[in-house]
């Protein structure tokens, strides 16, 4: 089901409310909306950025979970638990933009021109070692397609070839994402 405004809006305030609750110390809010798509299992990320530098960014790939509380918790961990980062502390979320983006079910792909740029994200697996890059990454740095396997290798913990090995598995997927800069 295709993600509407108020959908969008919706989830944004759960990421929002989520995130301001935790910093307080309080309980966290049930979600409140009686909105069909939120009650989908789906994967997504939630992405915080701090005056337009990335401050948190986790998700679920695959659909566990109803959308509402994946963005809830992702909310969370990208604010509290993203290894790269510090716990995120309340005064600075005075200063956070948040983008959603919803996935789509992971496609395997054997023939790397099927990978479009601006469309796809990646997901990379070898072994124990796995990478995903979503779809407006590509975009936001400039990438051709071989970067973009490129650069997911690395997220992945693998060499920047190692996408050219059979034995690395190759994932596409779509992400429905949106901000609340928009």
């Given at each position: 089901?295709?993600l509407?405004?108020?959908?969008?809006k919706?989830?944004?305030?759960i990421?929002?409310?989520?995130?301001?609750?935790?910093?307080?110390?309080?309980?966290?809010?049930?979600p409140?909306?009686d909105?069909?798509v939120l009650?989908?299992?789906?994967?997504?990320?939630v992405?915080?950025k701090?005056?337009?530098?990335?401050?948190?960014?986790?998700?679920?790939?695959?659909?566990?979970?109803?959308?509402e509380?994946?963005?809830?918790?992702m909310a969370i961990?990208?604010?509290?638990?993203?290894?790269?980062?510090?716990?995120?502390?309340s005064?600075?979320?005075?200063?956070?933009?948040?983008?959603?983006?919803?996935?789509s079910?992971?496609?395997k792909?054997?023939?790397?021109n099927?990978i479009?740029?601006?469309?796809?994200?990646?997901y990379?697996?070898?072994g124990?070692?796995?990478?995903?890059?979503?779809?407006q990454?590509?975009?936001?740095y400039?990438?051709?397609?071989?970067?973009?396997?490129?650069e997911?290798?690395?997220?992945?913990?693998l060499?920047?070839?190692?996408?050219?090995?059979?034995?690395t598995?190759?994932?596409?997927?779509?992400?429905?994402?949106?901000?609340?800069?928009?």
């Amino acid at each position: 089901m295709e993600l509407t405004q108020a959908d969008k809006k919706a989830l944004l305030e759960i990421a929002k409310k989520a995130i301001t609750a935790k910093a307080g110390n309080r309980e966290m809010p049930k979600p409140a909306m009686d909105l069909p798509v939120l009650k989908e299992k789906r994967g997504a990320f939630v992405t915080l950025k701090k005056r337009g530098h990335l401050r948190g960014c986790i998700g679920y790939i695959k659909a566990v979970k109803p959308l509402e509380d994946t963005v809830q918790e992702m909310a969370i961990a990208a604010a509290f638990h993203d290894p790269r980062f510090p716990a995120l502390k309340s005064e600075e979320i005075k200063d956070l933009s948040f983008e959603i983006s919803v996935l789509s079910p992971l496609v395997k792909i054997s023939e790397i021109n099927d990978i479009e740029i601006g469309r796809h994200g990646l997901y990379m697996v070898r072994g124990h070692n796995s990478g995903l890059l979503l779809p407006q990454v590509a975009i936001e740095y400039g990438w051709d397609r071989e970067t973009f396997l490129e650069e997911t290798c690395h997220k992945a913990g693998l060499p920047s070839g190692a996408w050219r090995e059979k034995e690395t598995e190759i994932y596409v997927f779509s992400a429905d994402y949106f901000s609340d800069q928009q």
